[in-house]
């Protein structure tokens, strides 16, 4: 977010259950987050679901802006930086959790995807079943009275998150390689941009992983680790007012220049030319 041709502080949020009794789960009507939303630009240690029942509205994630609607599903991913813009005609309901709270190995490894879709909608042949499992979570988080009570959220979230069907999860199904290769680079796209590294690393040729990631986005291996180091760079650069020479040295590159070329060819623009055109333009999420 940009005020005045400045960017705005970044509202670090932590995971603070409202009832202190150590939940990991936590629902939230749409009421209840515009009375707390200030339309400050946010990031979080927490993940967020959002379902959508009626209106219409818009949340901005990562640089890209989404419009709400019915029977629509947002994510939001610990990290993540985002603005609720528009949400004065939304009902439904948000719920936050930290990444651990999901029981199954299913949801567990749903939660963990870096790359998960932001918003998708329900298909109406769904929505009663993802509508039952809401008010499920909802009625149990409402109140705690044993401890054996507070397991009860975490097992319905797993429903929850079961039954919302992201894009994502099916096209990742089956395919090892490719789930192997995005924790990978989550983890090492600091240090290593190449796609012979990964390749080596997990046991697989280049063509073996580059086949894998065009079976679930379309684009190459090389492509993937250029797109993860790009968002990266964005958030450096405007969020943490990060120079292209402490970006480089974040990113793992041999100094400025390679860095400059490397965003320039991706985006069209030199960092600090992209840099300015969000100031300038109230932009900047």
Known sequence: MVKNGLMD??????YQPALDVGSSVEVLTFERLRALNNRHTQRADFSVLALIDCGEGTVAIDFATHALSPHTAVWIAPGAVHRWDDISDLSGHVIVFVPTAPVTHATRELVASP???????IADADWP????ARNHLTLETSEFTTLSQMELPQILLSALLARTVPPHRNATSGNA?????????EAHFR????VGYYARTLGYSPRTLTRAVQKVTGSTAKAYIADRVVLEAKRLLVHDRYTASRCATELGFLDASNFSLFFRNSTGFRPGAWQANLASTGTGL
């Open 177 to 185: 390689p490719f789930l192997l290769f995005r924790s990978s680079v």
């Open 191 to 194: 240090a290593h941009h190449d």
């Open 115 to 121: 790359d998960l879709s932001t918003t998708w909608p």
């Open 129 to 132: 079943y993802v509508d039952a």
């Open 9 to 14: 502080t970044i509202r670090q949020m932590t």
